[in-house]
């Protein structure tokens, strides 16, 4: 058996870092710096850390995805458009609604689907679990402690007239602490920036050099505020975007499949049909 290590933990070496108390969050963020410079917190430990404080002060508004951006389904579609809608679309949940578009009535989780391929006797209104409904002022780490009691991941937010403002899930929220979570929307990073969907759509890293996007999409975009294609969408927005956000630019339609707060990752991209006689629009 080896001989105990002298050496003094992490939790020991910061304990004596703090042992003058800060008095308020500013001097915590600077001790907590300090620790990182000397090398007795590493930079992923500082992120999360600073995350975390951040999420305390941040509101479901601040992170939620607006309802024009939501993914919803209609109860009384035919069955056959509810899984193409599911699989264009590729979430695990989906908010539902009725006649009314405005009201959700339950969430559909995407696996319930397979239920109707098995031969079971049930309409899409039998498999929804119950929504959850919450204000959009609801702190962030509140709202975090609620998803790990209740085991939801996602929650329908609601402004104060009661009408749907937005979503948010889990995962939004995680990502504030812990930066950007891997979904179904990654792939290697080794692989190529630009891969073609089934759909005739072009999942794109958003880290991908303009000069290479132009030159697959035969685009001329180019200026000194950005060097990515993320860049371009930033650029063009004024800020950063989020999850669902739609633009389109010069006979493109660029959707953001992946963002948090810090940074784009992943865009879809689409070729809109040029009316006849018209130009690309390229800048």
């Known amino acids: 058996m080896e001989p105990p290590s002298n050496k003094p933990s992490l939790l020991e070496r910061l304990s004596a870092l703090l042992t003058r108390e800060p008095e308020n969050r500013e001097q915590l963020l600077e001790l907590l710096h300090a620790a990182f410079e000397r090398n007795l917190l590493d930079g992923d430990a500082l992120a999360i850390i600073e995350g975390a404080l951040q999420v305390s002060d941040m509101s479901v508004r601040d992170v939620m995805i607006p309802r024009a951006q939501m993914d919803t389904l209609d109860v009384d579609a035919p069955v056959e458009a509810i899984v193409r809608r599911a699989v264009d679309a590729s979430h695990s949940r989906f908010p539902v609604t009725d006649d009314n578009k405005d009201d959700v009535i339950g969430i559909l989780l995407a696996k319930d689907l397979l239920r109707l391929f098995a031969g079971e006797d049930l309409s899409i209104r039998d498999m929804l679990r119950p929504a959850v409904f919450i204000p959009e002022s609801k702190r962030l780490n509140v709202l975090l402690r609620e998803f790990r009691n209740s085991r939801n991941h996602m929650a329908i937010v609601v402004d104060e007239y009661g009408g749907v403002a937005g979503l948010v899930t889990i995962e939004d929220v995680l990502e504030q ?104 629009g390229s800048s």
Do not use: C
């Open 177 to 280: 602490i812990v930066g950007d979570i891997e979904d179904e929307y990654d792939w290697d990073e080794d692989s190529d920036n630009i891969l073609l969907d089934q759909d005739g759509r072009y999942r794109v890293k958003a880290t991908t050099e303009i000069e290479a996007f132009n030159e697959s999409f035969s685009a001329n975009f180019e200026s000194e505020d950005y060097d990515t294609v993320g860049g371009l969408v930033i650029h063009e927005l004024g800020r950063l975007p989020k999850r669902g956000e739609v633009l389109t630019l010069a006979g493109m339609r660029f959707q953001v499949l992946r963002a948090d707060s810090r940074r784009v990752h992943t865009l879809l991209v689409e070729i809109l049909p040029q009316p006849p006689g018209g130009s690309d």
